[in-house]
């Protein structure tokens, strides 16, 4: 089961300009995370955020976060060739078998052109 | 490499063979976690280990689908009676102790059923 919706499905922008990507998701959550994936690779953790904070920055990724409306957007400056992969959000909340179950999102597939 | 290590990276199966699959976590990470990824989707999850103990396994995962993870160290995911819809890429996911941390992906086994 998937707990986020990504928005957009796909994403095409020059190199410099800047990208963003949304999710949704459905539950309460302790934690939202973004990761990133090359083509037939792992993921790759980027940054994460906790429910009581509201916008996080690391270099030039930025990261918001609504509980109340239940989503998240990460924003990418300057963008370059290198950051084309696929983008998810993570949800990190409580398993109902207990621990801290991590449900990702459907994605954004970004290509950066030159 | 102290990364998250899975055998086989590929695996090609004729319909009706049981395969399995393993994931050696990094070592102090006490939390392990199994995804499937078919393509352009995101990580789905199928099952979360804490320790030795499965937390959760994912209502939608058939019971020809079973993990274990003894003694708390490596895991291993079999199928059995492999299907042509089991084909995708098997990931493997672990995480340390704590509310706010990140999880360490493999590489994955891509697995093709025929």
């Known amino acids: 089961s998937q707990q986020g919706e990504e928005d957009p499905q796909a994403l095409s922008i020059q190199e410099g300009e800047n990208a963003t990507m949304n999710c949704s998701y459905k539950?309460?959550?302790?934690?939202l995370q973004w990761y990133r994936q090359n083509s037939g690779r792992g993921l790759v953790h980027l940054i994460l955020?906790?429910?009581?904070?509201r916008e996080k920055h690391s270099g030039r990724l930025r990261v918001t976060l609504d509980t109340s409306k239940k989503s998240s957007s990460l924003l990418i400056t300057a963008s370059r060739a290198a950051d084309t992969a696929s983008y998810f959000c993570a949800t990190d909340a409580f398993s109902e078998g207990g621990g801290n179950k991590l449900t990702f999102g459907t994605g954004t597939q970004l290509k950066v052109e030159l | 490499d102290t990364g998250v290590s899975q055998d086989p990276r590929h695996k090609i199966t004729k319909r009706g063979q049981n395969v399995t699959f393993r994931c050696d976590p990094i070592s102090e990470h006490n939390r392990l976690y199994w995804y499937r990824q078919t393509l352009g989707q995101g990580p789905e999850f199928l099952t979360y280990f804490q320790n030795e103990a499965q937390l959760e396994k994912s209502r939608l995962l058939s019971d020809r689908f079973s993990a274990e993870r003894p003694k708390g160290s490596f895991s291993t995911l079999e199928i059995q009676r492999t299907e042509q819809g089991d084909s995708a890429m098997y990931l493997c996911?672990?995480?340390?102790?704590?509310?706010?941390?990140?999880?360490?992906f493999g590489q994955g086994t891509r697995l093709t059923v025929v």
């Open positions: 996911a672990s995480r340390p102790t704590g509310a706010r941390t990140e999880a360490f």
């Open positions: 539950t309460s959550i302790n934690n």
């Open positions: 955020i906790r429910s009581n904070e």
